[in-house]
């Protein structure tokens, strides 16, 4: 089995920061790619940003702001946000997965999330 954990959310005023961390623990051997997924309030659960050995892809509403790395001797997995916006505040979860159409899929395995509000 594998455990997330998110942390680093908080209330935030436009065009700051704040940086997100996912612990991953447990069976860490069968994970091959890690994500960001975020769901604000009245949408869909949205793809943030996702990370594997191939390298970084983002959605294009974060394009440039945002940054997701991992640190393997941490095992965490971190999404530095910056310039947030109100179109920002969600519930940001961290997810991981053998492949990404499994977490894609809603599979694979997801932490309890993280709250961010950003005030205009």
């Known amino acids: 089995q594998v455990r997330l954990e998110e942390s680093g959310g908080g209330y935030v005023q436009t065009g700051d920061s704040l940086r997100l961390s996912c612990v991953v623990s447990?069976?860490?051997?069968?994970?091959?790619?890690m994500a960001w997924y975020r769901q604000g309030p009245g949408k869909e659960r949205e793809l943030v940003a996702v990370?594997?050995?191939?390298?970084?892809r983002y959605a294009d509403s974060v394009e440039g702001r945002f940054t997701i790395s991992r640190d393997n001797a941490k095992n965490t997995m971190y999404l530095q946000m910056n310039s947030l916006n109100a179109e920002d505040t969600a519930i940001y979860y961290c997810?991981?997965?053998?492949?990404?159409?499994?977490?894609?899929?809603?599979?694979?395995?997801w932490g309890q999330g993280t709250q961010v509000t950003v005030s205009s």
């Open positions: 997810a991981a997965g053998q492949f990404y159409a499994q977490i894609g899929n809603g599979g694979g395995y």
């Open positions: 447990g069976s860490i051997f069968s994970i091959n790619v």
């Open positions: 990370i594997n050995d191939g390298g970084t």
